[in-house]
T-cell receptor, first 116, second 117 residues
Framework: EAQVTQNPRYLITVTGKKLTVTCSQN?????MSWYRQDPGLGLRQIYY???????DKGDVPEGYKVSRKEKRNFPLILESPSPNQTSLYFCASKSTGVGLSNSPLHFGNGTRLTVT | AQKVTQAQTEISVVEKEDVTLDCVYE???????LFWYKQPPSGELVFLIRRNSFDEQNEISGRYSWNFQKSTSSFNFTITASQVVDSAVYFCALSGLPRGGYNKLIFGAGTRLAVHP
């Protein structure tokens, strides 16, 4: 089954304790992205990656890191989490082949992070 | 700058009522794409529809219909004969032309729809 898999679904942590949220897709998509969802703000892009070893900042990258060493994986790293990073996080992917630049994003099921 | 506005924060209806979710967008691109996504209480994001800026035909899919009007920069979503299972948060989103091979999806703030029995 074609899917984007995020882990964990729920995570409660304390300020300053490094954490990683994993994301993996099995559709051989070139493009992957992380969003955070906050009430009243919709989804805002954190980082994106056009392909392996190519990453770039989205609209709200502060406090986050990403890496894209393999095509299928795109982990989100919070080196020193803070309470303002409490949010619902989504990983997404899509193909960017010819004629597909505006294909729909496929989203993971989300990771609800609470930083106390 | 690109922007998507969903002015309705929450809508509450009784089952079988028709309901329209509004979406207004801003973009300077002449070619762009509009999307609707559904987020049910379970939290996942479900793709509903994509339209490109050159196709203003309304679209109907079962009880769902979409009205795209470039003259008013709107892409409204109507659910006919709403059902409890339609209860969800609905997001409208905009994507412009690729810049450097990349085109970002801009989301509205979402409209929470509650359908009561």
């Amino acid at each position: 089954e074609a899917q984007v898999t995020q882990n964990p679904r729920y995570l409660i942590t304390v300020t300053g304790k490094k954490l990683t949220v994993t994301c993996s897709q099995n559709m051989n998509h070139e493009y992957m992205s992380w969003y955070r969802q906050d009430p009243g703000l919709g989804l805002r892009q954190i980082y994106y990656s056009m392909n392996v070893e190519v990453t770039d900042k989205g609209d709200v990258p502060e406090g986050y890191k990403v890496s894209r060493k393999e095509k299928r994986n795109f982990p989100l790293i919070l080196e020193s989490p803070s309470p303002n990073q409490t949010s619902l996080y989504f990983c997404a992917s899509k193909s960017t082949g010819v004629g597909l630049s505006n294909s729909p994003l496929h989203f993971g099921n989300g990771t609800r992070l609470t930083v106390t | 700058a690109q922007k998507v506005t969903q002015a309705q924060t929450e809508i509450s209806v009784v089952e079988k009522e028709d309901v329209t979710l509004d979406c207004v967008y801003e973009t300077r691109d002449t070619t762009y794409y509009l999307f609707w996504y559904k987020q049910p209480p379970s939290g996942e994001l479900v793709f509903l529809i994509r339209r490109n800026s050159f196709d203003e035909q309304n679209e109907i899919s079962g009880r769902y219909s979409w009205n795209f009007q470039k003259s008013t920069s709107s892409f409204n979503f109507t659910i006919t004969a709403s059902q409890v299972v339609d209860s969800a948060v609905y997001f409208c989103a905009l994507s412009g032309l690729p810049r450097g091979g990349y085109n970002k999806l801009i989301f509205g703030a979402g409209t929470r729809l509650a359908v009561h029995p």
